[in-house]
């Protein structure tokens, strides 16, 4: 059978493992309606998994390249997952969904349901902007005369690093921010470069495109 159905603290883990790439067939539409008629019966929460290497709708997470960016996070187990609950949720089944979030990564909940927009624009959307901050400086590296792995890796470590810093500390990042930049050095001639080009605009005019985008896909999915 494709879909393998447990519960956890009245939290249903419905497991989709066809042993290929997780295609629906008619079989498997029809065990899924009878898991969820038994999900209903049992007033029990739903999570939707594939099996660990393979995404229900059949993504390869060993092909990532070509992937969803969630499922790289998970396989690095560094995710960062807002969720909302409505109140059909108790708090032992909020729990559970936590639990199973945190094992790939931080876990969050928001307020309201339209808070996971905002979530998609920072957080959902936010890998890519990171690989576009990655490529910009890994290119002009090697234009200022470093060979391509050497501007990758200082790039790469430059950035871990100062994530780590900051998910260790309590302090504000503008506080950081001015920890790491001496007055008068090279840091500040940067910062000023980027300020002067109202950097701090140019994310909110892309976050709120990423915002307003998933607003419309949420009205189109519920026409």
Not at 126 to 137: D, N
């Amino acid at each position: 059978m494709a879909l393998h159905l447990e519960f956890q603290d009245n939290v249903a883990v419905l497991r989709h493992d066809d042993g290929k790439r997780n295609v629906f067939s008619p079989e498997s539409i029809r065990d899924f309606n009878d898991a969820l008629d038994e999900i209903e019966a049992k007033k029990a929460a739903l999570m939707w998994m594939g099996r660990e290497d393979c995404f229900s709708a059949g993504f390869d997470l060993k092909v990532v390249k070509s992937g969803d960016a969630d499922a790289a996070a998970a396989m690095v187990q560094a995710g960062a997952t807002g969720l909302f609950a409505s109140k059909a949720l108790n708090v032992n089944q909020k729990s559970t969904i936590e639990g199973i979030f945190n094992a790939v990564g931080y876990a969050c909940w928001v307020n309201k349901e339209d808070d996971i927009d905002a979530v998609t624009a920072v957080s959902g959307s936010g890998p890519a902007y990171f690989f576009l901050i990655y490529e910009a400086m890994q290119k002009v590296g090697e234009e200022l005369g470093l060979d391509a792995e050497t501007s990758a890796q200082l790039t790469l470590n430059t950035a871990l690093g100062a994530a780590k810093l900051a998910l260790h500390s309590d302090q504000k990042p503008e506080v950081l921010r001015k920890q790491v930049t001496s007055p008068g050095g090279t840091t500040q001639a940067a910062i000023e470069s980027f300020q002067a080009q109202k950097i701090e605009n140019v994310f909110r005019t892309a976050m709120s495109s990423a915002l307003n985008r998933a607003q419309e896909m949420s009205d189109d999915f519920s026409k």
